[in-house]
C-alpha cells in the first residue's frame, strides 16, 4: 500500500478557502486517492475520491496532478464546523478486501 | 440519506466477558467491514466481509474476534473474551457494489467499547 504523508495540523479563519496537500510517492498505477473527514466520537465521513485531475462535489474539490505523486483537498469559505481531522487515503480498486489504511491525518483547526 | 448504525453508543464490559457490537449496513451494501480506534490513535482496519465470508483480516482480529452477518440486515463483531486492551471505538463501514473506486466506504458512528 502505497504510503501518504501529510501535515499534522493546520490552522484557519472562518470563510478562509484550505487547501490540504498529501504527498503519495509511491502510488501505483490501480490506486485512486480518497480524503474523509473526522469529527471527536463519530466515524470517518467520506469527503471525495478521485483518480486523476480534479474532481468536485458539492463539499469540496480534489486536485491530482499528472504525476499523482501528491493531491490537494480543498475546502472553500471553511466554517467552524469544518474543524475536524482529514484522512488522505490511498488504496487498489478491489472488488473484495478493500481494508483502508489510515494514517494520523491532518487536524484541521478553523477559527472565528 | 442513509447511513450505517451501529449499537449500543457505548458498552461496558467486565474484562473476560463476550461482547457482541451490532451494525445496520446501508441496505443495497454488499461488503462490510470492521475498524477499532483506540484513544487518541489512528483507525485500524480490523476484517472485511463479502459474499458471507471472510474477505481480508488483520493481525488484530485473532480467534477472539469474529463476525456474522445472521439475517439479511445486520452485521455483528463478536469479541469471545474481552481484554483491557480491547477498549475502543469499533466502526462498522459498508460499501456497495461494483469497483472501489466507485464505491467509497461509508461509516457508521461507532460503539464505544470499556473494558473493566
Known amino acids: 500500500l502505497a504510503k501518504t504523508t501529510q501535515p499534522i495540523s493546520m490552522d484557519s479563519y472562518e470563510g478562509q478557502e484550505v487547501n490540504i496537500t498529501c504527498s503519495h510517492n509511491?502510488?501505483?498505477?490501480?490506486?485512486?486517492i480518497t480524503w474523509y473527514q473526522q469529527f471527536p466520537s463519530q466515524g470517518p465521513r467520506f469527503i471525495i475520491q478521485?483518480?486523476?485531475t480534479k474532481v468536485t462535489n458539492e463539499v469540496a474539490s480534489l486536485f491530482i496532478p499528472a504525476d499523482r505523486k501528491s493531491s490537494t483537498l480543498s475546502l472553500p469559505r471553511v466554517s467552524l464546523s469544518d474543524t475536524a481531522v482529514y484522512y488522505c487515503?490511498?488504496?487498489?480498486?478491489?472488488?473484495?478486501?478493500?481494508?483502508?489504511?489510515f494514517g494520523g491525518g491532518t487536524r484541521l483547526m478553523v477559527k472565528p | 440519506e442513509p447511513e450505517v448504525t451501529q449499537t449500543p453508543s457505548h458498552q461496558v464490559t467486565q474484562m473476560g466477558q463476550e461482547v457482541i457490537l451490532r451494525c445496520v449496513p446501508i441496505s443495497n451494501h454488499l461488503y462490510f467491514y470492521w475498524y477499532r480506534q483506540i484513544l487518541g490513535q489512528k483507525v485500524e482496519f480490523l476484517v472485511s466481509?463479502?459474499?458471507?465470508?471472510?474477505?481480508?483480516k488483520s493481525e488484530i482480529f485473532d480467534d477472539q474476534f469474529s463476525v456474522e452477518r445472521p439475517d439479511g440486515s445486520n452485521f455483528t463483531l463478536k469479541i469471545r473474551s474481552t481484554k483491557l486492551e480491547d477498549s475502543a471505538m469499533y466502526f462498522c463501514a459498508s460499501r456497495g457494489a461494483g469497483q472501489a473506486s466507485n464505491q467509497p466506504q461509508h461509516f457508521g458512528d461507532g460503539t464505544r467499547l470499556s473494558i473493566l
Open positions: 478521485g483518480y486523476k
Open positions: 466481509f463479502y459474499n458471507n465470508e471472510i474477505s481480508e
Open positions: 487515503l490511498v488504496g487498489e480498486s478491489r472488488n473484495a478486501g478493500n481494508m483502508l489504511t
Open positions: 509511491n502510488i501505483a498505477t490501480n490506486d485512486y
